[in-house]
């Protein structure tokens, strides 16, 4: 497996990362959990070394069966998981709002430490920004966490340009985890320049759309009550529909190169920094060896000339959260 290293810090992770969300939050009933950490060692086996996670997933069982999973091997992963929301009953993010109040920070970090089975979290990142709380103060109170050995490296989520340079100012931020893929590229536009002068790496998540970027997806497919993508206007049949074409040029592409729409996506992505380390997640491990083989898949110059060329040309139709949720990005 190939390793990236975030931005200028020395956290080197594998090129892909697997995202652990959809195993019990999210995409439907939570899976088996037995059968999830047979996947999330065979991740291991085939060499991905980089485990998200979030303690509002579940919440609290994904970081659970994360630190089960990973404490045979803690010495060989990286661990990435995040704080800053209220959790209640309902739990969904963002239903009881956010909380990155320093005395909350501190406090929220012991159970993460407990429950994925480890004294030092790799990398901790502020979920959303709290528009309630000075930055500079977040920022301080994840400095102090490093300073006591409990976290490593300071991250942070769909944050915005202004205040990713102000927390940056004051505790190094190693990353930023923000959706981006061929269906989503509005982070190339301020944010990614930003992290180019800062030395700060990149961790697309939903590199695959949420599924739709894999061709398995179109505007036949139903979701579930508990599926939270029947709740995202960019899931509409309608709007699956208009974006079908985002679909067919990644066939094309994949049929040239023998390879899947969904690999045509992943490696798009790698090639366009050094310091892109996406996590895709999955709960199939044939999926999982599928985004695999992206890794070394090589686009040329031509490829993404082509690539660029065509998605140029195809506008992507339908919010991608609802309106209270989109609210919570970019501050």
Same mark, same amino acid.
């Given at each position: ?124 990142? #502020?979920?959303? =920004? *709290?528009?309630?709380?000075? /930055?500079?103060?977040?920022? &301080? $109170?994840?400095?102090?966490? @490093? !300073? ?95 974006? #079908?074409?985002? =679909? *067919?040029?990644?066939?094309? /592409?994949?049929?040239?190169? &023998? $390879?899947?729409?969904?690999? @045509? !996506? ?66």
């Amino acid at each position: 497996m190939q390793k990236r290293k975030l931005g200028k810090s020395n956290l080197e992770v594998s090129a892909l990362g697997l995202g652990c969300m959809g195993m019990s939050f999210s995409y439907g009933a939570p899976k088996d959990k037995g059968e999830m950490i047979s996947l999330i060692r065979a991740a291991v086996d085939r060499g991905i070394t980089f485990f998200d996670t979030a303690e509002v997933y579940g919440p609290y069982t994904n970081e659970e069966l994360v630190g089960e999973a990973l404490q045979p091997v803690r010495d060989k992963v990286v661990i990435a998981t995040k704080f800053g929301f209220n959790i209640a009953s309902d739990s969904r993010p963002g239903r009881q709002g956010v909380n990155s109040q320093p005395e909350q920070i501190r406090q929220v970090v012991e159970g993460s430490l407990k429950r994925l089975r480890t004294d030092v979290i790799d990398l901790y990142y #502020q979920h959303r =920004v *709290d528009p309630n709380v000075p /930055i500079e103060d977040v920022a &301080g $109170a994840v400095k102090d966490l @490093i !300073a006591a050995g409990k976290v490593k490296h300071f991250g942070m989520s769909e944050a915005g340009a202004n205040t990713i340079r102000r927390a940056h100012a004051v505790q190094p931020v190693t990353a930023l985890q923000n959706e981006y893929s061929l269906w989503w590229r509005k982070p190339e536009t301020e944010i990614i320049p930003l992290l180019e002068e800062l030395g700060i790496g990149l961790v697309p998540y939903s590199p695959l759309g949420k599924g739709f970027l894999t061709g398995k997806i179109d505007e036949s497919t139903t979701f579930a009550s508990n599926d939270f993508r029947s709740t995202l206007p960019r899931f509409t049949p309608e709007a699956l529909k208009a974006n #079908q074409a985002v =679909v *067919d040029l990644l066939n094309r /592409i994949a049929t040239e190169k &023998g $390879a899947t729409p969904a690999q @045509i !996506a992943l490696a798009w992505l790698l090639a366009q920094k050094p310091w892109i380390a996406p996590i895709p997640g999955t709960t199939k491990l044939h999926r999982l060896e599928e985004n695999l083989g992206a890794v070394d898949l090589s686009l040329s110059a031509d490829d993404l000339r082509e690539i660029e060329d065509a998605a140029s040309r195809i506008p992507v139709q339908g919010a991608r959260y609802p309106e209270q949720i989109e609210a919570m990005t970019g501050r």
